[in-house]
C-alpha cells in the first residue's frame, strides 16, 4: 500500500496524537479497539513483517511501544530471550505483542499461536503478563484475547 505525501502527513499527525494520549494516559491501551486503531496506523502498511510489543505498567498504562525484529514480507524471527530481556530492562508489568501481515489477512497462522504460547510462558517466569496479541493488517486487526486463543 502506497501513500501519498498529504496522506502520509495525516497519517503522522494522527500517530503523533495517539502516542500523546497513550502517554498521557487519556486512552487505555489495554482496550482492544483503542489498540486496533493504533497498531493499524502504526504498522497496517508496512510492506515487511515486523513483531512488536507495547510495555505496560500495573495500571495498563504505555510505558514505550517497541518494534522488536524486523523480516521479510512473509515471517518475522522473533526470539523470545530478547523478548524477555527487554521486558526486564523496561521494568513492565505487562505487555501486547503485535506483528503485521503484509499479505492483508489478519488471520493467525499456527506459528503465530504457537509463538503466543512461547512468549507467554517465558514472560510469565519473570511476573510479565501477556494481555494481547494482535494480527494487524492495513484494513483490519486480529485480538488473540478476543478470540479466546490467549
Known sequence: MNFNKKELDVIARAMAILEERAHCNSISLASPGA??????LRVGG?????????WLDAQ???IETEELFRGTLTQASVYP???VKTALARNADAAVLYHNHPS???????????LTG???TALALVDVRVVDHFVVT?????????????
Open 138 to 150: 492495513a484494513g483490519a486487526a486480529m485480538s488473540f484475547a478476543e478470540r479466546g486463543l490467549i
Open 35 to 40: 489498540v486496533t486503531d493504533y497498531l493499524r
Open 81 to 83: 530471550r530478547e523478548v
Open 46 to 54: 508496512m510492506e515487511h513483517e515486523v513483531f512488536g510489543v507495547l
Open 60 to 62: 495498563n498504562r504505555l
Open 118 to 120: 512461547t512468549l507467554k
Open 104 to 114: 492483508g489477512s489478519a488471520e493467525p497462522s499456527r506459528a503465530d499461536e504457537l
